[in-house]
C-alpha cells in the first residue's frame, strides 16, 4: 500500500482546506507558554500552523509513516502510538495543557469519553468529529440526541458546538458532516459520585431509554426501588432523556 494514501483501517480523512485548519486553531488559542497535545495530526495541517504558536506540542499519531514524516516541525515531539491507548490521567503532569485534534470518526467517542474522565488539568480542548457526535455530546436533557455520552462528558466538562465543517475540506471526502467543539473542565476539586457507577447507570438506563424510570429501576435493583424515588424525589414515570447529568449523578449515588 502506498503509505501516503490515507488507510480506511485507521479512520483517516485528511484535512486540506488551510483556512479550516487556522480556524480551528485560533479557537485553541495557543501561546509561547502553551504545552499543546495533538490526536491525530495525519500529515500536519494543524501541527504546522501550531509550530507557530505554542510553545510545546506532543504529537500522537498511529501511523508510523506519518509519525515520523511530522518530526520536521520546530518545537514537536511525536509519539507513534494509539491514542485509544493513552493514559490521560497522566495528562495532568502538564497543568494548563491544551488538546486539539481531527479525531477519527470511528474512536471518537470512545476516546472523548476516556479523554473527559481521565484528565482533569487541561485547560482547553478543540477537536472535530461526526457532527452527529458533536450534536449528542453538547445535547440538553429530553431530546433523541441525549443519553449516555452527553451525560457522562458533561459531568466532566463543559462541551460547546463551534461550527460545522463540510466533507469537502477533506481528502478523501467523507460522506458525513463534521463539526468541531470545544471542551472546557469543570472546575471542581472534587466530584461527589463514583465515575463508574455513573458509568454503568447511564448505560444501563439509556439501553432502555424509552422505558419509564422505575420500570428500569425495579428490573435491576427491585429491593431498592421505594428507596430511591423517596430520597430523589424522582417521578417513577419519567424516561431517563427527561433527567440532568446532575439528577444521575445523584442517582447513581443512591443505587449503588
Known amino acids: 500500500m502506498n503509505p501516503s494514501r490515507p488507510k480506511k483501517s485507521l479512520g483517516q480523512n485528511f484535512l486540506v482546506d488551510l483556512n479550516v485548519a487556522r480556524k480551528i486553531v485560533d479557537r485553541l488559542e495557543p ?4 504545552q ?23 504529537a500522537l499519531e498511529k501511523d ?20 485509544l491507548q493513552v493514559d490521560w490521567s497522566r495528562l495532568d503532569r502538564m497543568p494548563g495543557v491544551k488538546i486539539i485534534g481531527n479525531l477519527p470518526y470511528n474512536i471518537a467517542q470512545v476516546l472523548l469519553w476516556d479523554l473527559a474522565a481521565g484528565c482533569r488539568g487541561f485547560s482547553r480542548a478543540v477537536v472535530m468529529v461526526q457532527k452527529e457526535a458533536a450534536q449528542r455530546i453538547a445535547a440538553a436533557p429530553g431530546g433523541r440526541q441525549y443519553g449516555a455520552l452527553s451525560v457522562w462528558i458533561q459531568s466532566f466538562t463543559v462541551p460547546r458546538v463551534l461550527f460545522k465543517v463540510p466533507p469537502g475540506v477533506f481528502r478523501p471526502r467523507p460522506r458525513v458532516e463534521s463539526a468541531v467543539i ?21 448505560r444501563i438506563l439509556f439501553q432502555n431509554r424509552r422505558k419509564q424510570l422505575g420500570k428500569i429501576i425495579k428490573t435491576y435493583w427491585n429491593n431498592k426501588t421505594k428507596f430511591v424515588f423517596h430520597r430523589s424525589g424522582l417521578d ?9 447529568p446532575e439528577q444521575l449523578q445523584g442517582l447513581s449515588r443512591l443505587i449503588f
Open 31 to 34: 501561546g509561547p507558554a502553551d
Open 36 to 58: 499543546v497535545v495533538e490526536i491525530g495530526p495525519g500529515k500536519g495541517v494543524l501541527t504546522r500552523l501550531l509550530a507557530g504558536k505554542a510553545g510545546s506540542i506532543l
Open 64 to 83: 508510523r509513516k506519518l509519525a515520523f514524516d511530522l518530526e520536521k516541525y520546530p518545537g514537536v515531539q511525536v509519539i507513534n502510538m494509539d491514542a
Open 182 to 202: 470545544e471542551l472546557r473542565p469543570r472546575l471542581q476539586d472534587k466530584f461527589f459520585f463514583v465515575p463508574e457507577h455513573l458509568s454503568k447507570l447511564t
Open 236 to 244: 417513577p414515570t419519567t424516561r431517563p432523556e427527561q433527567l440532568s
